[in-house]
């Protein structure tokens, strides 16, 4: 019989499998998207008051998570300690969790791109009392109120003759606290915006026209998708007034950038593939230039999967908004290119949606501005960030930009649509 190789043993001795069985245990939830970071630490060079480099944090702060959670981003942090051995303060081998949660805090307020709205603390095995009322007291922790779910992969396997039982943990035990980062931001400000029901643009004029007449131009699938969807009773200049907690408490907002719009009033998405593929090849090359390829592979993506049918579900009872620069450039693009249904769609839409401020969040406009990471893409999604609402996009492009700097964003992709003059 052979022996282990002493590598291996040495390798699994030096793991501590509980811990990640919790952290696989996490990820698994529905609630929890956008993971940006896994079981990494935050390297930062915080300064002290007078401007020197402090070394507190120079190692950088281990965060098991990063991700967003009820459309937040949070740090969580795992525990698989037995409750017994979680000390508070510090011992000659063991830091203590006080310090360990003021190095995270501080490197959370110090970090811009990805700080944390709140930092999640997860004990797999439960949490002493006393360390419980001190993490009340001195950080104002309170219980996340969320259900975890049991995953169940229990199996048996017979291995060369020996018989290894897997189970799944319940966490029926697992303490979950959560620790405020910072209060959010003032209210949005109003500002004069372009995009003023009363602006002088083709896409504005067609908003006068009769609602019988749009009811019959626009599609059944387009008008039904909309009527699922709550209707913002708010003006910009309402938001001066209005606390962005209050607003924010329905958590039931989406951010729509341009391609989005374009995808929702498109004559693909609204019963012209049949027409299109109709159509002689020769012309449609003519009127599409180098981009017949791409919009007959979205005629095709439209075929086997209807937008409108797509998006159903996800835009139901939710509020829509729009900042300022995505309202004029959908305008203009739509006056462009845009056939009379399309702009007659547009028109509707926009009479469906919250214009809002550019008001990028602090930690999307941190990031450095790059080929990959436009500004006029930071304004649009940093505005959703800032909202707490996730950005309805099909720039996959950005994205995967956005995800590479570990910043966790909350974005929900769609296949893209073009005009095509219906």
């Given amino acids: 019989m052979k022996s ?9 001795s030096c793991v501590n499998i509980g811990h990640i069985e919790a952290v696989v245990h996490i990820l698994q939830q529905p609630f929890i998207t956008g993971v940006s970071r896994v079981c990494k630490p935050i390297f930062l060079s915080p300064t002290t008051k007078n401007g020197q480099k402090s070394d507190s944090c120079s190692k950088g702060v281990h965060v098991d998570i990063v991700c967003t959670l009820n459309r937040n981003p949070v740090w969580i942090l795992v525990s698989d300690r037995n409750p017994k051995y979680i000390l508070w303060n510090q011992s000659k081998k063991y830091k203590g969790l006080k310090f360990r949660i003021e190095q995270i805090l501080i490197a959370a307020k110090s970090s811009i791109a990805l700080k944390p709205s709140s930092i999640i603390l997860f004990f797999s095995n439960g949490l002493g009392s006393l360390v419980y009322e001190k993490l009340k007291e001195e950080f104002g922790a309170a219980e996340l109120g969320l259900e975890f779910s049991v995953f169940d992969f229990d199996f048996t396997e017979d291995s060369e003759g020996e018989w290894i039982n ?26 004069a915006s372009e995009c003023d029901a009363k602006g002088s643009s083709p896409v504005a004029a067609e908003a006068e026209v009769s609602e019988d ?9 387009f008008c039904f998708l909309l009527s699922r969807m709550e209707v913002c009773l708010l003006h910009v200049k309402d938001a001066e007034r209005t606390k962005l907690q209050n607003l924010l408490g329905g958590g039931d907002f989406i951010n729509f950038d ?5 995808a929702l009033i498109s004559g693909i998405s609204n019963g012209a593939t049949k027409k299109l593929l109709a159509t002689p090849e020769g012309e ?12 007959i592979g979205q005629v095709m993506s439209e075929i086997q999967n209807p937008m409108h049918m797509e998006l159903g579900s996800i835009l139901s009872g939710k509020r829509g908004i729009i900042c300022g620069s995505v309202c004029s450039e ?5 006056a462009m290119c845009g056939g009379s249904n399309e702009k007659l769609r547009a028109a509707y839409l926009l009479r469906k949606l919250m214009v809002v401020p550019d008001c990028p969040s602090d930690r999307m406009m941190s990031l450095p501005t790059t080929r990959k990471l436009a500004l006029k893409n930071k304004l649009v999604f940093g505005t959703g960030d800032y909202w707490h609402a996730p950005t309805l996009t099909a720039n996959m492009a950005f994205v995967r930009a956005i995800s590479q700097t570990g910043m966790s964003l909350f974005t929900i992709v769609h296949k893209p649509r073009a005009l095509t003059g219906d």
Wanted: charged letters at 25%.
């Fill in 284 to 295: 449609l090359r003519q009127r599409f230039k180098g981009n017949y390829e791409f919009v």
């Fill in 258 to 262: 341009t391609t989005a719009l374009i």
């Fill in 213 to 221: 007449h749009m009811e019959r131009n626009m599609g059944f699938s």
């Fill in 166 to 191: 897997v189970l799944a943990r319940t966490y029926q035990e697992a303490c979950i606290l959560e620790i405020k980062v910072y209060e959010i931001r003032h209210a949005v400000k109003a500002e």
């Fill in 330 to 334: 959908f305008k203009d693009l739509v």
């Fill in 4 to 12: 282990s190789p002493p590598v291996l043993s040495l390798s699994l």
